[in-house]
């Protein structure tokens, strides 16, 4: 019932900005805290970037501080996260991810419902 889809994945040179959506269906975003994370190959999936439903807070892993921006519209149902300034060590598929609770955080494990992926790729 609860659905996740991320959209606008794509290949940008190093310096290059793009910009993920992350779409809800059956449920609504107010109700949970969303996450972004991704993963490289080989390596673990990380926290990217997170959203509160209950104040708007946003977080941003030490590596995207500055270069990335999250944000939310309730119209749409939807949570973006824009991404400039982008880096080959960016190059990742980003999941987007939702929990049960109102107060975002970059802990993996509480995050219950995943996306599919999008990927990125940052490359010359």
């Known amino acids: 019932q609860v659905q996740l889809v991320e959209s606008g994945g794509g290949v940008v040179q190093p310096g290059g900005s793009l910009r993920l959506s992350c779409a809800a269906s059956?449920?609504?975003?107010?109700?949970?805290?969303i996450g972004w994370f991704r993963q490289a190959p080989g390596k673990e999936r990380e926290g990217v970037s997170c959203i509160s439903s209950s104040n708007g807070r946003a977080d941003y892993a030490d590596s995207v501080k500055g270069r990335f921006t999250i944000s939310k519209d309730n119209a749409k149902n939807t949570v973006s996260l824009q991404m400039n300034s982008l880096k080959p060590e960016d190059t990742a598929v980003y999941y987007c991810?939702?929990?049960?609770?109102?107060?975002?955080?970059?802990?993996?494990?509480?995050?219950?419902?995943w996306g599919q992926g999008a990927q990125v790729t940052v490359s010359s």
């Open positions: 991810a939702a929990a049960p609770f109102r107060l975002g955080s970059l802990d993996i494990r509480l995050y219950y419902y």
């Open positions: 059956r449920f609504t975003l107010d109700n949970y805290a």
